[in-house]
């Protein structure tokens, strides 16, 4: 099941529109768990510019939700998520989207990736054996 719910969330990003969307999203749910003033916000290099387009409009919401000024939000140019997988190397390091904030002294981290939720889902719902 986890499997094929993984194919499935690769063709996530493949709409522009509603993955755009849900970029902001993240970034803004990651936002109000940190509650900072200052972020760094990593992506995978392919979403880079869906990422930065979003930053003003996603700063703006997150001020409206949390009542508070909007954040700085450093995006990190030389260290990107690992691509999404592809055929020949299933195995090695992948995601197939999302974000990963953090502080700016990095000590507090919310990964809010398409993996790290799947993964959250099918903990909870598989028993453990």
Do not use: W
Request: hydrophobic share 40%.
């Amino acid at each position: 099941m986890k499997e094929a719910a993984a194919k499935e969330l690769l063709l996530v990003s493949n709409n522009h529109q509603s993955y755009k969307k849900l970029l902001k999203d993240l970034i803004v749910q990651s936002l109000l768990r940190l509650k900072e003033p200052a972020v760094l916000l990593r992506c995978r290099k392919d979403d880079l510019h869906l990422v930065e387009s979003v930053l003003n409009p996603t700063k703006e919401e997150y001020a409206k939700k949390a009542n508070a000024h909007a954040p700085d939000i450093v995006v990190d140019n030389n260290i990107f998520l690992p691509p999404p997988p592809v055929h020949a190397n299933a195995h090695g390091p992948y995601c197939s989207g999302g974000v990963v904030l953090a502080s700016i002294d990095g000590k507090i981290v919310c990964e809010n990736t398409l993996d790290a939720r799947l993964d959250v889902v099918f903990r909870k719902k598989l028993p453990r054996f």
